[in-house]
């Protein structure tokens, strides 16, 4: 049977700008789209990778997060809504580019609330949202 690597022909030699090597062997790196149809709703559509996968010429690889964000915190804020808004308010282009996608406002979160207050906060929340829904609906 055929794998899925038989599928790209990803020959350095023959791109004009090939990425690193090293983008493809990390264990864990976000891939996004880097040209997309402005008149999508959504323009930042971003996945995370742990096979270690290569993808296109026409993506944006995000790897060792210089922040010290976690990968899957940056994959939730750059899939949601409200980045997307502002990407789009932003760059009217059809192209991606990663010095855009570093301009984005992502927040710094420092994660040492005790786990049994951040439940308890988490179901308070739940209840705002709750009582929010209830008036718009």
Not at 3 to 13: H, P, Q, S, T
Not at 52 to 60: D, E, H, R, V, Y
Not at 92 to 99: S, Y
Not at 104 to 109: N, V
């Given at each position: 049977t055929r794998?899925?690597?038989?599928?790209?022909?990803?020959?350095?030699?023959k791109l004009i700008?090939?990425?690193e090597e090293i983008v493809w062997e990390v264990e864990e790196k976000i891939i996004t789209q880097g040209i997309r149809n402005i008149y999508l709703k959504d323009?930042?559509?971003a996945t995370i990778d742990r096979k270690?996968?290569?993808?296109?010429?026409?993506?944006?690889v995000i790897y060792n997060p210089t922040a010290g964000y976690s990968l899957t915190f940056l994959l939730a804020v750059l899939n949601a809504t409200l980045l997307n808004w502002f990407f789009k308010a932003l760059y009217?282009?059809?192209?991606?580019?990663?010095?855009f996608q570093a301009k984005?406002?992502?927040?710094?979160?420092s994660f040492t609330t005790p786990k049994a207050e951040?439940?308890?906060?988490?179901?308070?929340?739940k209840g705002e949202y709750r009582k929010a829904m209830e008036k718009i609906i």
């Open positions: 794998g899925y690597y038989e599928y790209l022909n990803y020959d350095r030699d700008a090939p990425k323009k930042l559509i270690k996968l290569t993808s296109s010429q026409n993506t944006n009217t282009t059809t192209d991606i580019r990663c010095k984005l406002p992502i927040p710094s979160i951040r439940k308890k906060q988490v179901e308070a929340w």
